[in-house]
C-alpha cells in the first residue's frame, strides 16, 4: 500500500532528471556555423553589406557565418531555399523587396510565401536607386523627362535588370504617375542594363546609387531622382521621389534578415540583437558610407513586417495594373 506512492515518486524524480540532463545537454546557439544564403552573385554592394555583416556577428557569436551565394528569379532561388530548411538558426536568408516585396506579385507560381514560410529576424540596412539618364540624350532634369517622353513618339525606353525587378518597377510608377508612355527593355542583370543606356539602347535606368557613381563621375550619365525618403550624399542637388511629389511612393530599397518558420524566439532575438549593434561599430560605418548603404530606420522582426505591408499595398496593384508575369 505504501510503495505505491515512493514508487510513483521515484519515476517522476527519474523524468525530472532525465529531462534536466536533457535541458544540459543542449548545446547553446550557436555550437556551430552558421550560413547566410544571399540572392545576388558574389560581388556588389549587396554581397559586400552581407559580408560585412557574417564578419561582424560571426566574431560576435564566436562561430563562423558562412556567406552562400544563390542568385536567381529575383532572389526567388535563395528565398525557396531557405524556406525549406530546418527552423534552428543556422540558415538565414539575406531578404531584400524584391524576393520579400514583389516576387509574389510578378511570379505565376512561387515555391514560398514570405509570410507565411518565414520569421523576421531584422532590417539590415536601407539603399536607394537612383534615375539616371545618358548622357547624350540631352536630358538634364526631371521636368526634361517628362517633356522628352512626352514628345518622343513612342515614348522612351528604359531599361532594367529584369522584368519584376525593383529597377523595372520604380521607373513605371514615375511613368504611372506623369501619365508617360514608355518601353521597358529587360537586362540579365543591373550591369548590363547600364551598359545598354551608355550605348544609347535606352534612355532611363533606374540603379543602386554605388553603381552610379562611378558613371556620373565619368560624364557617361546624368542622375534625374533618387528613390528614398532622403537625398544621397553623392547627390546632394538630386531630388527625392516625395519632393517632386510623388508622395505614394512606399519607401527606399532594403535588405533584411528572415529565418525558416518557428524558430526558436530566443534565437531571433540574439540575431536581432547582434544585428543591432552591427551599426554601432565605426568600421562597418566606414564601409557601409562606401557603398551608400544607410541604417535603417527601424530594427527587429516589426520593422521588416510592416515594411513588407506597406510595399505590398502600392506594388500589388501596380504589377497587377501592368500584366508582369514571370515564370
Known sequence: MTCRPLCSTAVVACVLASAGAVALAQPAYPSRAITLVVPVAAGGAADALARSWAEHVGAALGQP????NRPGANGSVAASYVAKQAPNGYTILFASTSNMSLNPFSYKSLSYDPMKDFDPVSMLAGTSQ????????????????????KNKSGGLDFGSAGKGNSTHLNIEFVAQHYGLKMT???YK??????VGLIGG???LVADAVVSVVPQ?????VVPLL????????????????????LSDYPAGGWYGLMVPKGTPKEVIARLNNETAKFWVDPGVKQRMDALYMDPPSALGPGAVTQTMKKEAAVWGPVITRLG???D
Open 65 to 68: 557565418v558562412v556567406v552562400d
Open 130 to 149: 537612383v534615375l539616371v539618364t545618358g548622357a547624350a540624350t540631352g536630358i538634364r532634369s526631371l521636368d526634361d523627362l517628362v517633356k522628352a517622353a
Open 184 to 186: 521597358h527593355v529587360p
Open 189 to 194: 542583370g543591373a550591369a548590363p542594363a547600364m
Open 201 to 203: 539602347e535606352t534612355q
Open 216 to 220: 556620373v563621375k565619368g560624364g557617361r
Open 226 to 245: 533618387i528613390f528614398g525618403s532622403q537625398r544621397s550624399k553623392a547627390f546632394p542637388d538630386v531630388p527625392t521621389v516625395f519632393e517632386v511629389g
Open 324 to 326: 508582369i508575369q514571370n
